[in-house]
């Protein structure tokens, strides 16, 4: 591909000087499991998203994955959530026992619809569970309210919208009683391999989630409760302590390259630009439109070099994992009908106008 969904190599190649020593020190300190990078990172990315706690784990699922315990998920309960998002948002549910529930979207925004969320509590219900999708956080008031009123615990997905901010100050993250965060390789802020946070406002909930990552020690070989492998490894904190420092110039960028697509697609007949909410400053991790024909058009766009995908094209109420759960076609219309017509085009920090004027002119071509 000429222009990749998103250029890993251009941005390893502006940050290999810091990169590489970083990745020889920490091999010749033999400090691979714990330690300070990990301690380092989980300090330094708490302060950078207004969280009181933050503990690194080995991935956005295993961070959601504690995270529901950490909210005191028993088996039985329900979570809210949304089907248009990575299976991982609702994939540790069922395994703890839990059972999800999923809402439709707005229209404009492709996040969480408010307004269908007091319709799906029952009395099992425990937890909601917002997505901020693409970079764009969802309106958070409406639904802290709603779980303030019905005693729910409110988890945010946060695994695509690190540093986004709702309502001029609040970032994503640190507005639930818990948040959950990738560093998936491709994510915004990527590690170089699998790694993911929680951030949390109670400490005991984080220490305990803590513990839990690290098979339930409470000393090396004293374990209070069974818990899992979940750890972030102390390479992969090192690397993205040193990518932290230039995640806010790179989401600029991202916002540069949002700015010059939302340009020269207004007005387009047939395109549907991303809508940004007026509560919103999202972090583009993905520029998302809708076309007709989507496929043919994500064919032709490939066929000229240029890597769009679709983010995500089944919903997950019509995956054949979820077929259990009994959700018809048609149960969430908004839903099934934006999977159909969404596009990523290329979006990433280090991409150039010329860049974007091919991706548009080629888009153009093919509408
Ligand atoms: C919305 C969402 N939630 C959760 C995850 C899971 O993260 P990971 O791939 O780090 O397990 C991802 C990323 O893949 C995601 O996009």
């Known amino acids: 591909m000429d222009i990749p969904l998103c250029d890993l190599k251009a941005q390893y190649a502006s940050i290999a000087d810091e990169v590489d020593p970083k990745v020889r020190e920490v091999i010749a300190s033999t400090r691979y499991i714990g330690g300070p990078e990990v301690s380092g990172f989980e300090k330094e990315f708490a302060e950078f998203s207004q969280s009181p706690h933050c503990v690194g784990v080995a991935s956005g699922t295993a961070a959601l994955h504690l ?3 950490g909210a005191g998920m028993e088996p039985g309960d329900e979570v809210i959530t949304v089907s248009h998002t990575f299976i991982a948002t609702a994939e540790p549910i069922a395994p703890l026992g839990g059972k999800v529930r999923f809402v439709d979207i707005d229209e404009d925004t492709y996040n969480m619809d408010v307004s269908q969320i007091e319709n799906a509590i029952t009395e099992k219900t425990k937890i909601l569970l917002p997505v901020h999708l693409y970079g764009q956080p969802v309106d958070m008031d409406p639904i802290l309210e709603i779980a303030e009123k019905h005693d729910l615990t409110v988890i945010e997905d946060a695994a695509q919208a690190h540093g986004a901010v709702y309502k001029g100050e609040r970032v994503c993250g640190s507005m639930g ?3 959950t965060f990738s560093f998936y390789p491709g994510k915004n802020l990527g ?3 699998d790694a993911g946070a929680i951030l949390a406002k109670d400490a ?12 339930g020690r409470a000393d090396k070989y004293l374990h209070d409760e069974e818990g899992y492998n979940f750890r972030l490894d102390a ?3 090192a690397i993205l302590r040193i990518k932290l ?12 390259v949002a700015a010059l697509y939302q340009e020269r697609l207004s007005g387009l007949s047939g395109v549907i630009a991303p809508k940004v909410a007026s509560f919103a400053n999202p972090v583009w991790h993905l520029y998302v439109i809708r076309v007709p024909e989507r496929d043919r058009v994500l064919q032709g766009l490939r066929d000229s070099g240029i890597d769009a995908g679709v983010h995500y094209p089944v919903p997950l109420h019509l995956q054949p994992a979820y077929r259990y759960l009994g ?3 048609g149960s969430l219309p908004v839903t099934e009908k934006v999977a159909k017509e969404i596009l990523s085009l290329p979006i990433f920090p280090e991409m150039t ?15």
């Open 353 to 367: 106008e010329a860049q974007v004027d091919r991706v548009v002119t080629t888009l153009k071509s093919l509408l």
């Open 67 to 69: 995270a529901f315990i």
């Open 177 to 179: 009683a818990l948040a």
């Open 327 to 329: 959700y018809e076609e």
């Open 245 to 256: 420092r230039h995640l806010s110039s790179w989401t600029e960028e991202r916002r540069r």
């Open 191 to 193: 590690a170089y391999g």
């Open 235 to 237: 390479l992969q904190a």
């Open 204 to 215: 005991a909930v984080a220490d305990r989630m803590n513990r839990l990552a690290n098979h």
